[in-house]
């Protein structure tokens, strides 16, 4: 278990020259790296020409790297409502909460729900590289939805916004 928390030592020591008319020594460098992870692709969403006769549904195609041997990840979801609530707000008009799913493939139609402040199981990236970059796909997809009753809850050409804060961890 000390393996894993502590580098590793290297069986090689640095050497030193001998004096003459040329001195070669020898260093053993070692490095380590912490656990690295990045997400992107995202792009604000926007719901336009709600009805109130059905739940609206917003996706968006991420990309998730982590740099772990496992490629793993987890995700946080928090809004910016009262205790990091899922809320869309305006003035004084009542907040709008809508919910939240992540799914491990750009391709998925559902995701699994994610509760507000609560880190989620992990989750496996197929990146190999940050960004998605060199052609890759998107690796994951983000489901934000309003529910038709909370629609009609909303007051007509009010602006409503709210800031989802996503926080991504390797493992």
Known sequence: MMGSILPVASAHAATQGALGTTSTGTVT??????????????????????????????????????????????IRATGNGTTGAFTLASGTNAPVPYSVAWANSASATSGTGLTTNVTSAAFTSTAVTPLCAAGASPTAKLFVTILATDQNSMIANAAYTGVLTLLVTPQ
């Open 29 to 74: 460098i070692n490095a380590t790296i912490a656990g690295l992870v990045q997400i992107s692709n995202l792009t604000d969403i926007t719901f336009s020409a709600l009805t109130g006769a059905a739940d609206a549904q917003q996706t968006e195609n991420v990309c998730v790297w982590s740099n772990t041997s496992s490629k793993s990840y987890t």
